[in-house]
């Protein structure tokens, strides 16, 4: 079976992804099922070097249990929620926290490709404040 991957674009970088089928078959698969996705990105609050977004309604919310549950997030990847209230994107040094405290989510994809360059441009959002996201399906 072939990796499916997603193309990633922030302030004019684009970085490429592989979905991680392999951790988390349903939740990667309802996150193919949204794409593409034109969306605006907001810095996270509580959780650390991360952004997020509001995936609403959609294959998401039809995924109610976690799949390989982390809540430290590795620089690179993206995870979900179950029920598809959240997307982030881990650019650094990342534990999860909900208004609740800590909490687990489920890894769905992998920066493979600029990498770097795209992480970087993530960083500035703390600074710089919310930004368009473009994500589609690249193969």
């Known amino acids: 079976m072939s990796t499916r991957q997603i193309r990633l674009r922030v302030d004019g970088v684009e970085a490429v992804a592989k979905l991680r089928d392999d951790l988390s078959p349903r939740m ?4 193919w099922q ?3 996705v ?4 907001s810095h996270a609050m509580w959780t650390g070097s991360a952004c997020y977004y509001y995936p609403g309604e959609g294959p998401f919310t ?4 976690l799949e390989y549950p982390v809540c430290s997030i590795y620089p690179g990847f993206v995870v979900a929620r179950p029920r598809g209230s959240e997307v982030m994107f881990s650019y650094g040094p990342t534990e999860y926290r909900w208004n609740i405290g800590t909490d687990y989510l489920t890894p769905i994809a992998q920066i493979t ?3 770097e360059a795209f992480l ?5 959002m703390h600074d710089e404040g919310d930004k ?3 994500i589609e399906r690249a193969g």
């Not at 990667?28 to 996150?31: C, G, I, N």
């Not at 034109?38 to 990105?41: A, F, G, K, N, Y």
């Open 120 to 124: 970087a441009v993530l960083a500035r």
């Open 38 to 41: 034109e969306t605006s990105i």
């Open 62 to 65: 039809e995924v109610e249990e």
């Open 132 to 134: 368009s996201i473009s």
């Open 34 to 36: 949204t794409l593409p």
């Open 113 to 115: 490709d600029n990498r």
């Open 28 to 31: 990667a698969e309802a996150f």
